[in-house]
Nanobody, 124 residues
Framework: QEQLVESGGGLVQAGSSLRLSCTAEGFIKNPYAMGWFRQAPGKEREFVAAITWTQKTSYTDSVKGRFTISSDNAGTIVYLQMDNLKPGDKAVYYC??????????????????WGQGTQVTVAS
C-alpha cells in the first residue's frame, strides 16, 4: 500500500525550531520529487518547499533562510527543518510526492500522493 507518513508537528514558541519527517512507504522506486505544502484555516493550500530527484531545492519566499528541505539517499524520507518559526507559519503541513522527478511550478496538481497532514502551531 502506497502511503506518506508524516511526523514532527507540535506546539512551539515563536523563534523555536521543529523538524517534520515524511516517509514514503510502498512506492515503486521511480524518480520523483517530494514537497511540503501547508494550509492555514480559511486559506488555500500553499507551496512551502520541494526537492527534486537530483536534490535541487526550492522554497516559497516567506520561508527562505528559515526552512530547509532534505532527503535521505534513497529518496524515501524527506525532512523539513523549520527554524525561527513565526506565528504566521501556523498551519497543517502536508508531505506530497510528485508525479515526475521534478515539479515545474510546484503546484499541488503536480503532486499525486499526499500525507495525512501534521499540525504546526506557533505561539507568539
Amino acid at each position: 500500500q502506497e502511503q506518506l507518513v508524516e511526523s514532527g508537528g507540535g506546539l512551539v514558541q515563536a523563534g523555536s525550531s521543529l523538524r517534520l519527517s515524511c516517509t514514503a512507504e510502498g512506492f515503486i522506486k521511480n524518480p520523483y520529487a517530494m514537497g511540503w505544502f501547508r494550509q492555514a484555516p480559511g486559506k488555500e493550500r500553499e507551496f512551502v518547499a520541494a526537492i527534486t530527484w537530483t536534490q535541487k531545492t526550492s522554497y516559497t519566499d516567506s520561508v527562505k533562510g528559515r526552512f530547509t528541505i532534505s532527503s535521505d539517499n534513497a529518496g524515501t524520507i524527506v525532512y523539513l527543518q523549520m527554524d525561527n518559526l513565526k506565528p504566521g507559519d501556523k498551519a497543517v503541513y502536508y508531505c506530497a510526492k510528485g508525479d515526475k522527478p521534478f515539479a515545474e511550478k510546484n503546484q499541488p496538481r503536480e503532486f499525486g500522493s499526499w500525507g495525512q497532514g501534521t499540525q504546526v502551531t506557533v505561539a507568539s
